[in-house]
């Protein structure tokens, strides 16, 4: 079984939609979690950590759910600039497992 | 955010020649480093875990004589394809991991396309 599993999509929703992924990890003993945004040929680059409580960066919610083992990423009012594959990263102490990532599309 | 940088961005050679590819924390001291690889429209795979001052910690599958990790100060971790073969052309990415705690967290260099011919 996989460390961390997304549905790797693609995602095609039209601007100003609001968009939710889901990623399930096995290692119960995780610690930090976080979401990372990759473009095609780029490097990932952090998006936002994972808190237990949920948090909120402007358009964007993370949350948390330890009981059944998965974090979701909500985007609202969806930009073409989205578009990207969005990375589940999931810490035991020092070690990070990445999903394969989901596709985002945006349209206009 | 923390910087990592990395360098070269892109390498094309020639088979069989070896090509060192440079991952460097700038503002601070990484004790743990990754190596990945990612091929076009996969995800990033994990090739090993470079400690420093100790030898790398390698994934099942990859070859630690083929590609060989040095880390050997805190900032400075060398990835080396030795002999490289056009099945090694991909995406290489190294990322360094900061130190604190449960705040750990995870930056990547700019990664280096290798093309092998």
């Known amino acids: 079984r996989k460390e961390v599993e997304q549905d790797p999509g693609p995602f095609n929703v039209p601007e100003g939609a609001t968009v939710a992924f889901n990623c399930t990890y096995s290692?119960?003993?995780?610690?930090?979690f976080f979401w990372y945004r990759q473009d095609c040929r780029k490097e990932p680059k952090l998006l936002m950590s994972v808190y237990s409580s949920g948090n909120e960066d402007g358009r964007f919610t993370a949350q948390l759910n330890r009981a059944s083992q998965y974090i979701s990423l909500l985007i609202r009012d969806s930009k073409l600039s989205d578009s990207a594959t969005y990375l589940c990263v999931v810490s035991p102490r020092s070690k990070f497992y990445f999903g394969s990532g989901t596709k985002l599309n945006v349209k206009p | 955010g923390a910087v990592v940088s990395q360098h070269p961005s892109r390498v094309i050679c020639k088979s069989g020649t070896s090509v060192k590819i440079e991952c460097r924390s700038l503002d601070f001291q990484a004790t743990t480093m990754f190596w990945y690889r990612q091929f076009p429209k996969q995800s990033l795979m994990l090739m090993a875990t470079s400690n420093e001052g100790s030898k790398a910690t390698y994934e099942q599958g990859v070859e630690k004589d083929k590609f060989l990790i040095n880390h050997a100060s805190l900032t400075l971790s060398t990835l080396t394809v030795t002999s490289a073969h056009p099945e090694d052309s991909s995406f290489y990415i190294c990322s360094a991991q900061t130190p604190g705690g449960s705040n750990e967290k995870l930056f990547f260099g700019s990664g280096t396309q290798l093309s092998v011919l």
């Open positions: 290692n119960s003993a995780s610690q930090s």
